[in-house]
């Protein structure tokens, strides 16, 4: 469960993680093991593809959320609330789907 801040961590582990990050990085022999590991995987000429195409949407998708934001903020807000039930509604009133242990949905 998250904590108010959209944590999955506590702070403890999150201290802990943070200490291995930094020993990670300010250890030269591990920092170099970890360049030498990240060129390897760069080689590959598909993991680069794959970073190239997860950025592209990324920014793809971050342009659209910027006009979907403005969309949002440039109505009133009784359509933003009229939008919201509208969408809500038939959700909430559908009967709960069955689903299987891999949660695959049961017809």
Same mark, same amino acid.
Do not use: C, Y
């Given at each position: !469960?998250?904590?108010?801040?959209?944590?999955?961590?506590?702070?403890? =582990?999150? =201290?802990?993680? #943070?200490?291995?990050?930094?020993?990670? +990085? @300010? $250890?030269?022999?591990?920092?170099?093991?970890?360049?030498? #590991? @990240?060129? =390897?995987? !760069? &080689? $590959?000429?598909?993991? %680069? /593809? %794959?970073i190239k195409d997860g !950025?592209?949407?990324?920014? /793809? *998708?971050?342009?659209?959320? *910027? &006009?979907?934001?403005? &969309? +949002? *903020? =440039?109505?009133?807000? #009784?359509?933003? %609330?009229?939008?919201?039930?509208?969408?809500?509604?038939?959700?909430?009133?559908?009967? #709960?789907?069955?689903?299987?242990?891999?949660?695959?949905?049961? @017809?």
């Amino acid at each position: !469960m998250k904590d108010a801040g959209g944590r999955h961590h506590t702070s403890e =582990a999150r =201290a802990k993680i #943070a200490a291995s990050n930094r020993a990670r +990085w @300010t $250890d030269p022999a591990k920092r170099a093991e970890v360049s030498v #590991a @990240t060129k =390897a995987r !760069m &080689a $590959d000429p598909a993991v %680069r /593809q %794959r970073i190239k195409d997860g !950025m592209r949407n990324a920014a /793809q *998708q971050a342009g659209e959320l *910027q &006009a979907l934001t403005a &969309a +949002w *903020q =440039a109505v009133s807000s #009784a359509t933003r %609330r009229r939008f919201l039930s509208d969408l809500i509604l038939p959700i909430s009133s559908a009967p #709960a789907l069955a689903r299987d242990t891999d949660g695959e949905v049961v @017809t």
